[in-house]
């Protein structure tokens, strides 16, 4: 009998602030009971603003971290987050072939604070290798648009479709960075009407919240949760996450997530 603690593997960036990447990932996977293995994605240079700079780690570094945690963890979902080259992403699709579980990813584009977190050639190989193949993406509004070449004011059910076209299983488009006193998020997946989930505005901005879903859900499909649950759960979870935000900086708030 095995007593060792499932984990969920993320793929993340560093933000020293604490915010966002790697930071948000562990607590929100830890605040699920489970355990969270992270292999660093990318060392960057931020504040509660904005992002100024992003360095790749060596993904051969990271495959070597990732063979000994396969080895010797029971990983029963991953999460990827912010992706610093095109290697990288054929990492994660090879990761994702091994192991066979349920894949979360947050494609991070563009930081909240504006600067661009993705070159044409790592948005494609999002776009074509990635998306594909995981069990869940959660853009925001943004990101849908991007991800599928679309306008700024494209309507979004059309980008869910074309992102389910794509291949991917089920698509959770967050609604925070678009107009409107609530906020709309949309879970879609082939063959069953869009499940719409609307959220009270809450006056501030904060800086995480879409690593800090993303890990949430992907902490409950690890915990054995189906989707729906999953999304429904991470989506409380965290809402209640930014209803305690707090302030590190003089920017944005990050997630009170413990
Ligand atoms: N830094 C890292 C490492 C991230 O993963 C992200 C977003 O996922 C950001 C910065 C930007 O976060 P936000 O857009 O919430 O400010």
Wanted: aromatic share 2%; net charge neutral; proline share 6%.
């Amino acid at each position: 009998m095995s007593f060792r603690r499932p984990c969920v593997l993320s793929l993340s960036g560093h933000d020293p602030l604490g915010g966002a990447g790697v930071h948000a990932d562990i607590e929100a996977i830890s605040s699920q009971g489970l355990h969270p293995l992270t292999v660093i994605t990318a060392l960057t240079v931020q504040d509660s603003r904005n992002v100024s700079r992003v360095e790749a780690v060596d993904p051969g570094l990271m495959s070597e971290q990732l063979q000994r945690l396969e080895a010797d963890c029971d990983i029963r979902a991953i999460k990827i987050g912010l992706l610093g080259n095109p290697a990288q992403v054929a990492l994660a699709v090879d990761l994702i072939a091994r192991l066979r579980v349920p894949a979360v990813l947050d494609p991070v584009l563009r930081a909240g604070g504006g600067r661009e977190l993705a070159g044409t050639s790592l948005e494609t190989a999002i776009r074509e290798q990635l998306v594909p193949n995981v069990r869940l993406v959660t853009p925001n509004a943004a990101e849908a648009r991007r991800l599928v070449g679309q306008a700024p004011d494209a309507d979004l059910d059309a980008c869910a479709q074309a992102l389910l076209a794509a291949g991917c299983a089920n698509v959770l488009i967050t609604g925070g960075d678009e107009p409107g006193a609530q906020v709309l998020n949309t879970w879609y997946r082939a063959g069953a009407a869009p499940c719409r989930y609307v959220w009270p505005r809450l006056p501030e901005t904060f800086h995480g919240a879409g690593c800090t879903l993303a890990s949430a859900i992907a902490a409950r499909l690890a915990a054995g949760d189906d989707m729906a649950a999953a999304i429904q759960t991470g989506q409380s979870w965290t809402q209640s996450a930014l209803e305690r935000a707090i302030a590190v900086g003089r920017g944005r708030r990050i997630p009170g997530r413990h």
